[in-house]
Structures are given as C-alpha cells and as structure tokens.
C-alpha cells in the first residue's frame, strides 16, 4: 500500500468528486490504522466536520502543504 501511518493525506480528485467524502471535502487528515474492510484506510481528520473517516487508496493523495 502507497499510505503508511502517520502520512498526511487529502482528498484525490476522485474523492472529491464522492457525495459521501462531504464531511471531509475540507482540511486534511492523517493516516491512523488500516482494517481489511471495504474502506480500509483509517484517517484522524482535521478541518472537516467529523473527526475520523474511512477511505480506499484511490480516493486520498498525499497532503503538500503551500509555500
């Protein structure tokens, strides 16, 4: 898997485009654990408008922050 724990991610295009990713549309989140379940990624996420949220692989890219 690309993601490890701890890796700072958000939202691909293609999980922005997801109706069910609208808690999380905004901010970032952090990869906490994985599970072997339909959305296996687990994020702690920050700025959205809940706190933890599962994803697959596709719907996250790693967080670069602007200079």
Known sequence: MKFKVGDLVTLSAAGRRMEQNNPVKA???MVISFA???WPIQCQWFGGDQDTYSFKP???KFFKQNS
């Open 36 to 38: 072997n379940k339909q």
């Open 58 to 60: 596709y719907e996250l």
């Open 27 to 29: 901010g970032f989140g």
